[in-house]
T-cell receptor
Framework: GQQLNQSPQSMFIQEGEDVSMNCTSSSIFNTWLWYKQDPGEGPVLLIA???AGELTSNGRLTAQFGITRKDSFLNISASIPSDVGIYFC???????????WGAGTKLIIKP | ETGVTQSPTHLIKTRGQQVTLRCSSQSGHNTVSWYQQALGQGPQFIFQ???????GRGNFPPRFSGLQFPNYSSELNVNALELDDSALYLC????????????FGPGTRLTVT
């Protein structure tokens, strides 16, 4: 089946650092979504991207839809303790309503 | 605006039993999608309902079935439970079958023993 490769699997960062994570695939996607999931909760939509090359921000978060339509990136600037959680990318293939999900990037802030 | 709600929060069942999970969509949303999320994994798409009709299905066997009601709430039914069915079951609602901006409920944690 279709797969999204999300990296890194986990990140240990200092508060105040910038964070980058990405998702790649061998398939072309029409839509990219980035979600954050806290323990015991459902994923929360952060950013939605609909066009190749699109760059969208939501506060300290910025995401980009790759030009090749096979990848997407999420950056978090000046990380704070509440950024801790698991970040998922999800993509929608052409002519298929199904969202394909990455395995997640776990963000941990060093004490 | 009311968010997506799911019930029950937690459930323990025995192998071979049947289970029904429930979801109330966000107000104004007419599409519901169900996902299974195993520990440490991303959600896996089970199926989607749009205006009471199944609108797409992932790679899950027929013992996973669903319903959507006129008020757009939904049920997920799983028959003949297996140990591997233990997971967090997530419901997401959206407006329109073409919308990918899905809003999730908190999930139902199902444990099969």
């Amino acid at each position: 089946g279709q797969q999204l490769n999300q990296s890194p699997q986990s990140m240990f960062i200092q508060e105040g650092e910038d964070v980058s994570m990405n998702c790649t695939s061998s398939s072309i996607f029409n839509t990219w979504l980035w979600y954050k999931q806290d323990p015991g909760e459902g994923p929360v939509l952060l950013i939605a991207l609909y066009k190749a090359g699109e760059l969208t921000s939501n506060g300290r978060l910025t995401a980009q839809f790759g030009i090749t339509r096979k990848d997407s990136f999420l950056n978090i600037s000046a990380s704070i303790p509440s950024d801790v959680g698991i970040y998922f990318c999800a993509g929608q293939l052409d002519s298929n309503y199904q969202l394909i999900w990455g395995a997640g990037t776990k963000l941990i802030i060093k004490p | 605006e009311t968010g997506v709600t799911q019930s029950p929060t937690h459930l323990i069942k025995t192998r071979g039993q049947q289970v029904t999970l429930r979801c109330s969509s966000q107000s104004g949303h007419n599409t519901v999608s169900w996902y299974q999320q195993a520990l440490g994994q991303g959600p896996q798409f089970i199926f989607q309902y749009y205006r009471e009709e199944e609108n797409g299905r992932g790679n899950f066997p027929p013992r996973f079935s669903g319903l959507q009601f006129p008020n757009y709430s939904s049920e997920l039914n799983v028959n003949a439970l297996e140990l591997d069915d233990s997971a967090l079951y997530l419901c997401a609602s959206s407006f329109g079958q073409d919308s990918y901006e899905q809003y999730f409920g908190p999930g139902t944690r199902l444990t099969v023993t």
